[in-house]
Structures are given as structure tokens and as C-alpha cells.
């Protein structure tokens, strides 16, 4: 897990919060401080009877992943944030919507204990406070009774991804899409991965009781919810970048698609790579399917009769996207339509150990051949890391032997550390490795 929350670092992973389109979220934000009473979640060490009692501290951690949210507006000051908005003609990144959005809580109604400098705060997650903040902490009160009065329902692995993609991947929302000049000013490659992102960012324990008041849904389900969701919004949000604008926003691609070296002596090889996943004409910019690449392996495992439409929908969205606009955004509805299905099929899914086993070679060996491109080898080794830790988890591989899987797993991490260096072909090799490892587990 350190291995990849070193590669989460190096990618430059952004962590904020989901703004508020209008009539979302009107509950009254009261700020950080409204839970970090020493009866509630602000104690200094974790002796709560119910709950640890120390979240704020995990959250405000500011030495480690666990307090990026708390971090997240504060990265706004930092030479690199003040750069980008230079560049941009932003006067004050600290202020503009294009940046705070995401980086801060822009809840539409604030009470008098709301900071922005809080950054990415408790109800930024959990939702407007007003209505459940002094309820939630009854001994008689339920979880479903919180939701009921307005609080989000984070453990639902659907509510969840859903909150995070807004910020982690982008929304329709006002100051929630990280189009391609914001990143050619210099942000971070967005990436995202639900189960990893939670549990580097957990605060709390998802213990007996926890499992008791709110069920747990497991992190083969969450991962892979989580990666249909991800294909669900980037399609979604296709439709918003203006129809002036030739195809899609370059957001949507696969960065080292375009970004590779080249030269103009003729004895120079062409950096493109073939990827039967995508049946595209050279010169095609490649829109970034790492979580399409991902989804495909669940669903072969989990929902086999929606995998062929899912295959056969793929590979037609790519090849529109080289035509018109008007087959483009026809083609992308009918894979979003399937990308909802399955998010829906894989929150009901079991994932008992078979299942998991066949998730992890389908990841490895059955989508090795699409892990031309450095992106979707990302994908990869994280989601070999987060699905063998899901078994450890559920108690069906032993800790001991899951950690002996560690030294290939780190070269994986390592060949995927820098995207000018990446190498498939070694890339690959090391993930069969890995699965043969995984394989003797069985």
C-alpha cells in the first residue's frame, strides 16, 4: 500500500470535493469545527466506544495521505498552484470558482464556523450538516435515520463514487472539469481508483460495529463500481464540451497518446502501438480508456451477458470517435447506458473467492494485451494491489502469503513510476509474474 500512495504522489493525484449544482446540497454547511468537539469526532486519541472519536486528526494529518482533503485548498498557495493560474490569466487561484471548487467546499449556504480554508471538510463528503448534525449523534439514531435527514450515505459504494468522481475525475458542475488548457498550464494528470483512494484516505474503522450499522460492501465491489462509474461520467460528460470544438475536449484522451518524443530524421520509428482493443486510424488521438479496459475484465467475471455488449460498444465508440460528432455522441449513449448497468450489477454482485480470484486474471493475463499505454498500466498494478488486498481482507488468502507477493508488485509500481519511461513490454512480463503468484494462491 505505500508503494501506492508513493505512486499516487508521483502522478500528482488531485484530492477535493464535489461542488454543488443547484438544488443538490442547500442544507447549511457549518463548517469543520461543528464536528470536532472533544465528545464527537475531535478527540486526540482513539478511545470513542462507538466510533474512534479521533477523525478530525486523521483528516487534518499533515504528514499523510489520510490529511490531503484537509490539505487540499492549501496546495492552492503553492508555487506550482500560483503558476498554473498565472498562465491561465487567474488573478487569485485561492478565489477562483475554476480552482475552489474542487480544492475547497463552495457550499451554496454557509453558517458562521465555515471556512474555506478548512479545504475539503466533513460535509464536503457527508453533505450539508444542518438537519443531522446534532440527531446523528443520539444513541438511538440509525444510519438510515441520518440519510434520511439528509446526510450522504457514503457506504454505498454508488453514492460514494459518485461523490468522489466529482472531484476526482469531474462534474457538470460549475468549476468541476479539468479541461485540456488547465492541464497544458500545468495541472496534475487526473487519475482515480475508488477502493485505493479510500482506503489511503480512510478516517474511520470499518470494524463489527461498523459493519452492523452500515453494512460493508468490500473492495472487490467497490473497485469495481467504482471503475464502471468512472466510464458512466466520462461519458456523460462528453456531450458538455461545445459542439464548436472539433471532437472532444483533449481531457478525454489518453495524454501519452500525443505526448510521446519524435523526430524528424526519416530513420526515426514511429511511437505509435498497436491495441486491438481500439480499432482507430493512425493519427487518432486515443481516448483514455484505462477504466473501459478495467470494467471489461469485471465484467466477464461478474456479468458475462453484458460483457459481449460492453466489448462490441467499446470498440464502436472508438472508431466514432474518429467520425462525426452526431455518431460520437450516439455511440457514447449507448455505452453509458451499459457502463449504469453494469455499475448497477457489480453493487449487487457477491465477489465470493472464485470470483475475486478470476477478477485478478482477468486484470493480469486476460487484459494484458491492451496495456499498451502507460495509463491503462497504472490501472493495472492498482487494481492488483487493491483486489489482493481485498482477499486478505475477506479472509480468503493469508496475510503472510499476500505480502510475499510484494516484490512483484513493486516492480510493477516501479515500471509504471514514470511515464516517460514506460515500457509494455517489461510492464507485461511483470504482471504475469504476478499472476502466477496469484495463481499458486488458489
Known sequence: ML??????????????????????????????ASCAGSTCHGRQEATGPRVRQNEVMSWSDPASLTGVHSRAWRVL???????IGRRLGIANVNASPECINCHGDPAPVRGPGWQQSDGVGCEACHGGSTNWLASHAS????????????????NDPLVR????????????????????RIMAAGHPRITFELDLFTSLQRHHDEDADY????????????WAVGQALAVERALALLPMVPASVAGADYYFYDCRSCHRSFSDDPAATPQARTNGWRPIPPGQ??????????????ARVAAPDLARSFD?????????????RTTAMKAAAALKTTAAALARRMATASFDRAQSFALINAVLVGNAPAYTDY?????????????IGALVAAGQIDRGAALALRPELDRAYALARDANRWDSAAFRSTLAQVANRVQALQ
Open 161 to 180: 463514487a459518485r461523490v468522489c468522481l466529482d472531484c476526482h475525475f469531474g462534474s457538470d458542475k460549475p468549476g468541476q472539469f479539468v479541461f485540456h
Open 285 to 298: 488521438p486515443v481516448w483514455n480508456d484505462e477504466q473501459m479496459i478495467m470494467l471489461m475484465a469485471a
Open 3 to 32: 508503494r501506492a500512495a508513493a505512486l499516487l504522489i508521483l502522478l500528482g493525484v488531485g484530492f477535493g470535493r464535489p461542488a454543488l449544482a443547484a438544488g443538490h446540497d442547500r442544507a447549511l454547511h457549518q463548517g469543520v
Open 211 to 222: 459493519r452492523a450499522r452500515k453494512g460493508i460492501a468490500g473492495g472487490v465491489k467497490t
Open 312 to 324: 462490441g460498444q467499446s470498440r464502436a465508440f472508438h472508431a466514432a470517435m474518429a467520425g462525426d
Open 77 to 83: 498557495e503553492q508555487p506550482r498552484a500560483q503558476a
Open 139 to 154: 444513541v438511538k439514531a440509525s444510519h438510515a435515520d441520518n440519510v434520511g435527514r439528509g446526510m450522504w450515505a457514503m
Open 375 to 387: 495509463q491503462g498500466g497504472v490501472q493495472a498494478v492498482m487494481a492488483a494491489d487493491t483486489l
